[in-house]
């Protein structure tokens, strides 16, 4: 009686497990490419981390945030992860190549394989209730100075796409929830409006130098949206244009550099919007003239060292506190 499944079979209880292949050649390297029972992967792959084995491992420690994630993910249904996972066959897999070639078959245990890519994919497999056929490439015969060259080599030569396109392409893929597609709509004002006092300075899809990316824009700006309750997007827009204006009226006093579009000098001054808002509506009510902003910030910037905002350093908590407190001590009853 055989002791091994053949791919497909519903049972992956036996000792040995076999999967139809291909063997793909790259260089001086090859590779078995194949398509796996999630739940198999999730119980002969293993990872080592540097803080589970400090002589050896080389992994990152396993998130169980982001693990819970995928696993959420792919049991709504409409999950799909089509990202082949990269593994190391090790000694306790007994790796052997059947069927003239085209079968690869090893022992099911829990040191079969090492993961060198997708570490989190296999763990959020292994909380997920949906099975899976995933895409798996296997390399063999691999020294562990192998696997981390492998492991670095995957990790530094495969950019990932930047988060500010992520956040531009959400719209297309309706996955915006309401907040997201709020900041997107003030951005695209603040990019294309003619008044705008950021026009030529906002980066929708990528970081570029003294530019404000969406990633920026929206740590910024998201904290700032509890004053604006039930207003829309244009109006939020208007209310910060206005601001941003009269800061830029008093810098230009200062500086011809764009200090405005620096990430820190921006989100110090979004961070500075609160109090200074407070004091304008405190004034003025509801008439959100760049005008009236500027009456209440001209004090916070006379006599400041322009410095401060030309070269701010890292912290733009450290700039708004200093804004802060400056507003304060100009106060006058």
């Given amino acids: 009686m055989s002791n091994t499944v053949e791919t497909g079979a519903a049972d992956f209880s036996s000792g040995r497990l076999r999967f139809s292949v291909s063997l793909v050649k790259q260089g001086k390297k090859q590779f078995y490419t194949l398509t796996m029972p999630s739940e198999v992967l999730a119980r002969t792959c293993k990872v080592t981390t540097r803080r589970e084995d400090p ?16 696993a959420d993910y792919i049991d709504t249904g409409t999950g799909t992860i089509p990202n082949s996972i990269v593994l190391s066959a090790q000694e306790a ?3 052997k190549v059947v069927g003239k070639g085209k079968t690869l078959e090893f022992t099911d245990t829990p040191d079969a394989f090492l993961v060198l890519d997708g570490q989190h994919r296999v763990f959020g497999f292994s909380l997920a209730s949906t099975s899976l ?31 500010q396109l992520l956040l531009d392409i959400k719209m297309l893929a309706e996955t915006e929830n309401e907040t997201e597609e709020v900041l997107r709509s003030v951005f695209d004002y603040f990019e294309g409006e003619d008044d705008s006092a950021l026009l030529g300075f906002m980066s929708p899809s990528e970081a ?34 206005a601001y941003i204006t009269a800061l830029s009226a008093e810098v230009s006093k200062k500086s011809t550099l764009p200090v405005l579009a620096k990430p820190v000098v921006f989100r110090a ?16 009510g509801s008439n959100y003239s760049a005008a009236n902003f500027q009456s209440v910030v001209e004090p916070v910037f006379a006599n400041m060292q322009i410095k401060k905002l030309e070269k701010p350093g890292t912290s733009w908590a450290a700039l708004r506190d200093y804004l802060e407190v400056r507003l304060v001590s100009k106060l006058t009853l």
């Fill in 55 to 70: 002589s050896k491992g080389f992994q990152r420690n396993l998130d169980p945030k982001r693990a819970q994630e995928i």
């Fill in 133 to 163: 056929r995933v895409p798996v490439v296997i390399y063999n015969g691999l020294s562990r100075t192998e696997e981390v060259r492998l492991f670095i080599d995957i990790n530094t030569k495969q950019r990932p796409v930047p988060p």
């Fill in 208 to 241: 570029a130098r003294n530019k404000i990316t969406r990633v920026t824009f929206n740590q910024a700006v998201k904290p700032l949206l509890t004053l604006f309750p039930g207003k829309e997007a244009y109006d939020i827009y208007r209310i910060l244009n």
């Fill in 269 to 284: 001054f979004m961070g500075f919007f609160r109090p200074v808002a407070q004091r304008m509506v405190d004034r003025f």
């Fill in 93 to 95: 897999a007994q790796l």
